[in-house]
């Protein structure tokens, strides 16, 4: 039991950054209902502008705070120059043209940085707490703390400001939205720059707890999309508990030898398990 426990809390790191994704990607999908693609190439590159600061001899906190910008400066750009030109075609048209843009980021990080493993070290990996047997270090509890923070943030956002009335008004009818006045171009380009804050700070995390390459960080979107379809698209708190589930399991995963080499698969077999079950419940509730 005590080894299960520790690598229960080994998985709380991880864990929380799948939590962190996914509620990028539930608070863009409530507001635009686009699931980003890009999201986990927006961090990666993020990540890369931070490791390449820090290799310069820049400040860490600088190097940190650039990663979040230029994720989130790319994500704006891509929801203020490219989101409006496929707002009326068919959602999984939009989905798939962050595809193509997850397609251009990761072919500029391979060209640029290359596809060797590096790996960005935090300061607080050097600061670690024993909890049940396992090395619990400061990253892995930034990381959780993190999650429920900006879970928080974004709950309080979209119930309790004007900004969120409007992002909720916009994910019910965009047309009547413009109608009333909101100035739905914008308020979609927000969305996607909140999205890509999330995606920076996620690739930072990710860099460091896993390791700084292009193709690694650009399928973090695989869990993050399971975490938020777990929440069923909508809410934040079932889909950050879902994406610290989905952490917790890939790492006890780790302590079965027989299934082990195949626990990053964990991510695609819980989707398709919540995608059936989600899909024979509304089947069950039509017949009724």
């Known amino acids: 039991m005590s080894i299960l426990l520790a690598f229960v809390v080994s998985g709380l790191g991880i864990g929380a950054v799948y939590a962190l994704s996914g509620v990028g990607l539930v608070v863009l999908y409530r507001a635009t209902g686009v699931i980003n693609f890009a999201f986990g190439a927006l961090g990666a590159l993020?990540?890369?502008?931070?490791?390449?600061?820090?290799?310069?001899?820049?400040?860490?906190?600088?190097?940190?705070?650039?990663?979040?910008?230029?994720?989130?400066?790319?994500?704006?750009?891509?929801?203020?120059?490219?989101?409006?030109?496929?707002?009326?075609?068919?959602?999984v048209v939009r989905s798939v043209g962050t595809l193509g843009f997850a397609l251009v980021l990761l072919g500029f990080i391979g060209w640029y940085w290359g596809e060797v493993p590096r790996r960005l070290n935090l300061p607080t990996d050097k600061t670690s707490i024993a909890l049940f047997g396992a090395r619990l270090n400061m990253t892995r509890i930034i990381a959780l703390a993190l999650a429920l923070a900006m879970v928080a943030a974004i709950t309080v956002l979209l119930a309790r400001t004007r900004v969120g009335l409007y992002l909720r008004s916009l994910a019910d009818d965009r047309d009547l939205s413009a109608i009333l006045g909101i100035r739905v171009v914008q308020l979609e380009a927000f969305a996607w720059g909140i999205s890509g804050v999330f995606a920076g700070i996620c690739g930072l995390l990710l860099a460091n707890l896993v390791r700084l390459q292009g193709m690694q960080l650009t399928f973090l979107v695989v869990p993050a999309i399971a975490a938020a379809i777990l929440g069923q698209l909508r809410s934040l708190p079932a889909t950050a508990v879902a994406g610290l589930a989905i952490g917790v399991t890939e790492a006890c995963l780790t302590a079965v030898p027989s299934v082990a080499p195949y626990r990053t698969a964990a991510p695609f077999v819980i989707a398709l398990v919540a995608v059936a079950t989600m899909r024979a419940s509304l089947l069950s509730m039509d017949r009724r």
Do not use: C, K, M, N
């Open 46 to 91: 993020g990540a890369f502008v931070a490791w390449t600061l820090i290799e310069q001899g820049h400040a860490d906190a600088l190097a940190w705070l650039a990663a979040i910008l230029v994720a989130a400066a790319g994500s704006y750009a891509y929801g203020r120059l490219i989101a409006p030109r496929l707002a009326f075609r068919d959602p």
